[in-house]
Structure formats: structure tokens, C-alpha cells
């Protein structure tokens, strides 16, 4: 943070104004389809932890997902839905998850305290995206359920990036084909963040509002997204 310019965008001594985050929001999009060019090789995290790396997306989320369900196993997470059951949705949709053959670079914590933003004459500007921890090899939908992390509602199964984060973005990495396999896709998504989200309390020893919103609507997120994956497609 001491090499870049600007503060966490949640620290800001003024919030924006509404043109201000439209053009702030699509700034980030670029920034990060810029990031998603970043050359890779393989699948899953990083930084020798191999067990959570394949050499498909498929191979890779599988390894991922089963062991944040083991996690939740050994710190006690309650879950919305048995464990195999999860791992049976993962195991269904596996078709969708093999339509991604490139990896990028993918950064998986994009909430505003992550975003550097400075204000001064020049107006509001992203100056950079720090805090890289959760950053790994995938999918680039990957991202996109970071971006509104604690601001969804548990029934909302609408498309989960705002227009203009995804105008920026697409401006830089192309359109989007928003199928079902991508819908799909993001549903996995959404469930392996809200599963990290809820298991995560113990570890961190979060307590209580935090707590009790992990606990609660971060559980129903889950509940939705896992019923959203039994529909007929």
C-alpha cells in the first residue's frame, strides 16, 4: 500500500457520488480484465499447496470444494445441506466448469477495503487492487461473486455483477456469453464463497452482528444457489 496512491475505497474521507462510482466501477472492470491477461499454467491455488490444483477447472474446483467441505467437518460449520449432497451439485455440473481451457489470474477478494482509490484534482481514480491471499488459477467468473459480497440478498439469483464493473470489463476482455453453463458456474461460485464465508467464523473467531449474518443470510445464499443448481437446465 506504501508504492501506490489512495486509501481502501471503504476509507475514503467523502463517499462518492453516484457518477463517480458508475466511472469507478468501470475502472475496476478494466483493471481486472487487464489482471485476467496475466499469463498461467494450471488450475486451482497457488504457492505449492498442490492437492488444491488440477489439470482441468473441473479437477481443480472438485479438489477446492471438497476440501472447504472437509474444513467445515473439522471446525463443526453447520451447513445448509449435507456434504455429499454439495459434492454431488459439484459433481453434476462438472460439464460446465470443463467449458473453462484457460486459466487467469484471478484475485477472489475484491470487496471496496481491497480497492485503492485516490481522490484529488485529477477526480476519483482506481490507483490499484491489493490484498492478493486468496488469489488463484481459474475461471475468470471465478471473480465476479467477490464484487458484491455482504451486499446480495439470499433470494437474489440475478446476475451478480453490476453493469458498470461489467462494462469496463468487457470493454477490455470482450463480452460475456451468458448461458447456462456460465449460470451454472456462477451458482458453484457463490456457494464455495458463502461456504468459505460461513466455515471461516470459527477459525477467525468472529462474533457477534458478523457472526450472526454468516450464520444467517450467508447460510440462505448457499440454500439458494444449491437449489438453483437442481432445477432442470
Known amino acids: 500500500m506504501s508504492e501506490l496512491p489512495g486509501r ?11 457518477a463517480e462510482r458508475s466511472a469507478l466501477r468501470r475502472q475496476l472492470g478494466r483493471a481486472v480484465a487487464r489482471a ?3 499469463p498461467c499454467e494450471g488450475f486451482g491455488y497457488m ?3 498442490k492437492r488444491l490444483r488440477g489439470g482441468t477447472w473441473a479437477d481443480a474446483f472438485g479438489a477446492m470444494m471438497g476440501a ?5 467437518a473439522r471446525f463443526g460449520t453447520e451447513l445448509p445441506r449435507p456434504p455429499d449432497e454439495i459434492r454431488g451439485l459439484v459433481d453434476a455440473h462438472r460439464p460446465a466448469l470443463a467449458e473453462v481451457e484457460r486459466p487467469v489470474l484471478v484475485h477472489w477478494d475484491l470487496w471496496d477495503g481491497n480497492i485503492l ?10 490507483t490499484g487492487i491489493i490484498d492478493g491471499e486468496r488469489a488463484l488459477q481459474g475461471d475468470p467468473v471465478f471473480e465476479f461473486p467477490s464484487l458484491s459480497v455482504f451486499r446480495e440478498q439470499a433470494e437474489d439469483d440475478r446476475f451478480v455483477v453490476d453493469d458498470d464493473f461489467l462494462s469496463g470489463y468487457c470493454e477490455v476482455a470482450g463480452p460475456l456469453l451468458l448461458n447456462g453453463a456460465l449460470r451454472a458456474r456462477l451458482a458453484l461460485y457463490r456457494i464455495y464463497l458463502y461456504l468459505v464465508i460461513l466455515i471461516e467464523v470459527t477459525p477467525r473467531e468472529i462474533s457477534g452482528e458478523q457472526r450472526h449474518w454468516r450464520q444467517t443470510k450467508g447460510s440462505a445464499i448457499v440454500s439458494r444457489q444449491l437449489s438453483l443448481l437442481e432445477r432442470p437446465s
Open 68 to 72: 472447504l467441505l472437509d474444513d467445515a
Open 47 to 49: 504457492f505449492e499447496r
Open 36 to 38: 485476467h491477461q496475466a
Open 117 to 126: 482509490v485516490s481522490d484529488d484534482a485529477a477526480g476519483m481514480v482506481v
Open 8 to 18: 481502501p475505497w471503504c476509507e475514503l474521507p467523502r463517499p462518492p457520488s453516484d
